[in-house]
């Protein structure tokens, strides 16, 4: 293959309908890319870059991001829109991965890094202990970088949720995905469009310091006027940055739904034009965003524009 490729390169041929012209990109490669994934196989890491085939990988990657996924690489969850495998009772968490993680965090001089994790019903706490010691391993080894954490719902339990807050992200993220109509279609059962709301809502009543952060896909059906109403449901529970990004389906399986449209690169701009109106710090919008996109620009420029309020 040539250096330049379709998104089909990336595991996505399985959508029903041929790719636009504007959905295209670049194979990773480069040392910094290369470092990385040496580092993460050498250390038995799980990048959502990789398990969920993003297209900016080498974007991100060859800038200083990368996003990491703790607690093992299958899901009790089984969102139609995600590639990550799924399991009733995945493996018990790696009591060493906090250690592992730091240590490679270290390694990788990273500036800003996203820590996600798959959903583990299974287990007493949901993971949020373990979350929490990811998080203070990686702050005690590199105080100096910039961490934003990917949660799951927790079910909206409050105490799992206040656990991770108190290990210090500097960003607590967690996506709404789609708008409220398609949410029983597209996320998993456990899930609900209101929950993942009162989360974020929680999450700054909790810890106002922290930046709270959301994402939501295009393509799976809903009309510009649901996704204008996400947003302003996303801005009441007090997110203060967005990102909007082209939906693909990651394979051909039946449980991954096919994309039902393409949206312009204009409609991208024009919807992210009118939710930086509505007050966001920073939105992110375009075909290949995602919501870990070029996320330590997001941050710092939310910052900035934010700084005679806050303190850096």
Known sequence: MNRTETATANGLAANS????????????????????KDISARRNLHTVCEEARCPNIAQ????????????????????????????????LPDPDEPRHLADALAEMNLEYVVITTVCRDDLPDQGAGHIARCLREARARRP???????????????????TVLAARPDVIAHNLETVSRLTPLVRDAKASYEQSLEVLRTSKR??????????????????????????????????????????????????????????????????????????????ASGPFVRSSYRAGELFLKGLLRNAPQHDL
Do not use: N
Not at 144 to 162: C, N, S, T, V, W
Not at 216 to 243: P, Y
């Open 60 to 91: 991100c990657w060859g800038g200083g991001t990368a996003t990491f996924m703790v607690m093992g690489d299958a899901c009790t969850r089984g969102c139609r829109f995600c590639s990550v495998a799924s399991a009733a009772r995945p493996s």
């Open 17 to 36: 309908r041929s790719l636009p012209s504007w959905l295209k990109v670049k194979l990773p490669g480069g040392e910094t890319f290369r470092h990385i």
């Open 206 to 283: 909790l810890s106002p310091q922290i930046r709270t952060k959301s994402s939501l896909m295009l393509g799976l059906g809903e009309t510009e006027a649901e996704v204008l109403t996400a947003c302003k449901d996303l801005r009441a529970s007090g997110v203060e940055m967005l990102t909007l990004g082209q939906y693909l389906r990651p394979t051909g399986a039946a449980r991954h739904l096919p994309v039902v449209d393409f949206a312009a690169p204009e409609t991208f701009e024009r919807l992210g034009q009118t939710a930086r109106a509505m007050g966001f710090l920073y939105v």
């Open 144 to 162: 100096d970088m910039l961490l934003e954490m990917l949660i799951q719902d927790f079910r909206g339990d409050e105490k799992a949720l206040a």
